[in-house]
């Protein structure tokens, strides 16, 4: 699939252009091929103008009657031949060759509807209109051309796919309002009304399912279906609440839909939760990093975000030179993300992670090599059992929801075969700065951190004692607008035992980086 990555849909770009200028091609060769048709046409004409003119002695003329003869026998066939060497399937095998040869990716059913399921989750995470977005409007800026009433539909019908009647509901009604202006529509008012009917019906409106229903039976008085519903819909209401006005339309969102804490999060990802909560508001701060003799020279920025736990942002860690070779040697690697089913272990595809990514060793470049040596300068965290450098692009509305980075007791195969402990702690590198959403935001805790690129954010996945911390549960906000590209680094426990020594007390937590080491100064 494309839609998973932004990578691969900017690909797609150059596939649409190729076909613009088959199609082309084509017209110019379908033209050539008419207009020979038009010529012999024409002569047809201008013969048989003449034999009119001569009358029936024409044909006693023995020159003549051989000319007519040949005229609708080889003549015609030629006529036929032409008419029927349409060059269609010639071009069409063409463009399909092309697209083998060139390898341009083409987008299928599966992207289509991955496309407006991200519109459909867009739209709750930021609290976006359905008429506003169908209309290319995003936070009151026309970031878009609009949607046709079918294009709308088309959402809706994506939306009706996954039995999500909520959504449904919405597009159906606006791809209803759409078509009125639209001359000719670019969708059958009845083709609507049956969905919009059953949405209604599943958001408990019978009533109104029921008057769509009888307007659907008569505008298009030979759908298979309308008769049948009609009576479904009458059946059901048992000549009950037939009389009075219609009830208002009532359009609730399903309650769970797999996000526990889903309204905070989802304030966290619209950047409605003040960045740093009221009690940490005036011990927050920035300092220079300067734990080690080279860090005296060129010491590392580091902004505290939050205590309890610790949450950083390492400024300036990484270069816009250094990203641009990761993600080099990323993109052809790309896949879509997997996460594992913590009933079977099995990796799959899921819609909670919508991103494509590699992993990136640290012989493969000297880029990647220097950057694994900063994470130890800004980290001191030993990086002999870190993971590798996992690269990921988020997709559209590209997202990661509620998780952790380590691993529960209840997983006990996770990491085994590393060797190396649980994860420790996260780096997480801004590679780039969605224009609008992505957020990374830990929704226990109610911070939102914006990614701002050429930074890493960094945080304790483990409390001292080794166990999981439970407050580190973060997500990846939808990307509404822009790109986002990011690499982590997991580091594990093995190898910290004296970079981040293990205490008894699981209270006494750091208040900066290398705090509790041994070795570490007051910064
Ligand atoms: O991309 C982000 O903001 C967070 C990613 C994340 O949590 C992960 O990949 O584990
Ligand atoms: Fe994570």
């Known amino acids: 699939d494309l839609f998973t990555a932004i ?17 082309d091609r084509y017209i110019a060769a379908e033209r050539a091929r008419l207009d020979d048709l038009r010529r012999y046409a024409y002569e047809y004409v201008h013969r048989n103008a003449h034999a009119e003119a001569v009358g029936p002695e024409f044909v006693t003329n023995p020159i003549n009657a051989y000319l007519l003869i040949k005229r609708l026998t080889t003549e015609w066939k030629n006529v036929e031949n032409m008419m029927l060497n349409n060059k269609a399937s010639a071009f069409l095998q063409n463009i399909t060759a092309n697209r083998e040869n060139s390898q341009v990716k083409f987008p299928g059913e599966v992207d289509l509807s991955g496309a407006a399921t991200a519109l459909l989750r867009l739209q709750d995470t930021y609290n976006l209109d359905t008429h506003d977005l169908a209309n290319g409007i995003i936070g009151g800026e026309k970031v878009a051309n609009k949607l046709s ?34 001359s000719p529509p670019s969708v059958e008012e009845w083709e609507i009304l049956e969905y919009l009917a059953y949405a209604l019906y599943q958001q408990g409106n019978v009533r109104r399912a029921l008057s769509l229903t009888k307007r659907l039976a008569k505008i298009a008085p030979n759908h298979p279906r309308a008769k049948g519903n009609v009576k479904w819909y009458e059946d059901m209401l048992q000549g009950k609440d ?19 804490e889903r309204d905070a999060y989802e304030a966290l990802c619209r950047g409605e939760i003040p960045p740093v909560e009221a009690k940490w508001r005036n011990k927050v701060h920035c300092y220079l990093k300067r734990d080690k003799p080279f860090l005296k020279l060129a010491p590392i920025k580091v902004e505290i975000l939050r205590y309890e736990p610790l949450a950083v ?60 040596q900063r994470i130890e300068d800004f980290t001191n965290l030993n990086q002999a059992t870190s993971e590798e450098l996992q690269v990921a692009n988020y997709g559209l509305g590209g997202h990661y929801d509620p998780h952790f980075d380590f691993a529960r007791k209840e997983e006990k195969n996770a990491f085994k075969t590393l060797n190396t402990g649980n994860r420790i702690a996260t780096v997480l590198f801004y590679m780039s700065q969605p224009e609008r959403g992505g957020a990374t935001v830990f929704n226990h805790l109610g911070t939102a951190v914006f990614p701002s690129k050429n930074d890493a954010l960094f945080w304790y996945n483990l409390r001292r004692n080794g166990d999981g911390d439970l407050r580190t549960r973060h997500a990846a906000c939808p990307v509404l607008l822009g790109v986002k590209w990011v690499s982590n680094k997991w580091i594990h426990e093995r190898g910290q035992e004296f970079n981040r020594p293990c205490g008894l007390d699981e209270e006494v937590q750091e208040n900066f980086i290398g705090d509790l080491a041994p070795y570490a100064n007051d910064p």
């Not at 990578?7 to 199609?23: C, R, S």
């Not at 959504?167 to 791809?175: E, G, K, N, P, S």
């Not at 037939?242 to 309650?255: A, F, H, Q, T």
């Open 242 to 260: 037939m009389e009075g006005d219609l009830p208002p339309i009532v359009n609730k969102r399903v309650e769970y839909d797999g996000i526990v």
């Open 149 to 182: 009433g079918h294009d709308t539909f088309e959402v809706g019908r994506a939306a009706y796919n996954q039995k999500d009647y909520y959504h449904t509901l919405m597009w159906m009604q606006v791809a209803l309002n759409k078509i009125e202006n639209e």
């Open 313 to 372: 942002l390492f400024k300036n860690v990484i270069h816009d030179s250094e990203i641009e070779v990761i993600k080099e040697l990323a993109s052809p690697k790309l896949k879509r993300a997997t996460v594992q089913n913590s009933k079977t272990g099995e990796l799959e595809h899921a819609t909670y992670r919508i991103s494509k990514s590699a992993w990136l060793k640290g012989d493969l470049d000297p880029v990647i090599a220097r950057v694994n």
């Open 7 to 23: 990578a691969d849909l900017q690909h797609m770009l150059g596939a649409e252009k190729d076909v613009t200028t088959v199609i």
